[in-house]
């Protein structure tokens, strides 16, 4: 490898080619092979038309509706969660387990403020998850509480948003990047219509430092599954509890004897809601499992 060979960036994915951003600031399309691997995040050297891709420090994946698995971007530090009042439950949980899991940091946006309700709904989050990772309250449409999420991101440096549809997860991008430039709302539409083009991820640098991936594929759509193993070590509300010593090493803190997490939910240090919660989700992912199983065990 030449010293002399510039180190880029992939900031844009479009399906047979991808753009890069290169540390002199210049920017290059280069052709790919449509299922090549790369994708936007990417650390890459390029050399002519061939494009060489740096160690990743950590991979977002997710799973599509027939169980395939697809990398959405690589290089991200945190991953933001977007909710609005009527979100459905389970959702936060499961994206907070699974970003652990990939090595990000999780975060919590509340969109929509601006509605009546949104004060209850503020305090129960912060309840639940206050102890657990950031939550910064905003408004899409007033454009305001942007300044301390603003300020995480930009100690953040790369990150994603996931949410449900109609969370506000386009608005929001628009009020932080404005360059994105994305359709609010006409939900049916405009998402029908992207099944069939080739869907464009991109990464945009922010302002007021920090970056933000947008891949349209990944944004209502959910995460890969997580492992019974995951739950039990990121669950959010365990975590101060990591060294509470169940007898099992493999514990699902379900039913086992010696199990130390049960004993502190009878004790009350850990909320009955949180473990309710949880005994929920470890049902919904050993289902999972067992079907992904079967599934395997057909093919
Ligand atoms: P997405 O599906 O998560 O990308 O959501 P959109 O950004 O497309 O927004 C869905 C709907 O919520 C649109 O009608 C937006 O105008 C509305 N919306 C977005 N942000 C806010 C907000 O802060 N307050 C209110 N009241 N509505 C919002
Ligand atoms: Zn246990």
Redesign the pocket.
């Known amino acids: 490898m030449s010293s002399f060979t510039p180190n880029g960036l992939i900031v844009a994915h479009h399906g047979i080619s991808v753009e890069v951003l290169f540390d002199s600031g210049t920017r290059r399309m280069v052709r790919v092979k449509r299922n090549s691997g790369h994708v936007v995040g990417d650390s890459v050297v390029v050399t002519g038309e061939v494009l060489k891709r740096l160690p990743r420090r950590t991979e977002l994946l997710r799973r599509d509706a027939r169980g395939g698995i697809h990398l959405v971007a690589a290089n991200l530090d945190v991953l933001g969660i ?1 909710v609005a009042p009527l979100s459905p439950g389970g959702f936060i949980d499961r994206a907070i387990v699974a970003a652990r899991s990939a090595d990000l940091e999780p975060f919590l946006v509340v ?5 009546d309700g949104t004060a209850e709904l503020l305090s129960a989050l912060k309840n639940v998850y206050g102890g657990s990772l950031p939550i910064f309250p ?5 454009r305001s509480g942007f300044g301390p999420l603003e300020q995480f991101l930009s100690e953040g440096h790369r990150g994603a948003f996931v ?1 449900t ?8 991008l628009n009020v932080l990047c404005p360059e994105i430039d994305l359709k ?2 006409s ?1 049916s539409e405009y998402k029908s219509m992207g099944r069939h083009t080739t869907t464009v991820s991109t990464l945009h640098a922010l302002a007021g430092g920090g970056e933000l991936v947008d891949t349209p594929g990944f ?2 759509f959910g995460m890969v599954d997580i492992s019974v193993e995951e739950l039990a070590e990121y669950y959010p509300g365990f975590e101060d509890h990591r060294d509470a010593a169940c007898r099992f090493r493999n514990c699902r803190h379900s039913s086992e004897p010696g199990c130390a997490v049960l004993e502190l939910v009878q004790q009350g240090r850990i909320p009955a809601e949180r473990y309710t919660t949880y005994m929920e989700l470890l049902q919904e992912v050993e289902s999972q499992q067992a079907a992904a199983r079967s599934r395997d065990w057909k093919n």
Do not use: E, F, Q
Not at 138 to 142: K, T
């Open positions: 977007v969109n929509k403020c601006d509605l905003i408004s899409a449409v007033l949410g549809t109609g969370v506000g997860k386009s608005s929001l609010v709302g939900v944004r209502d």
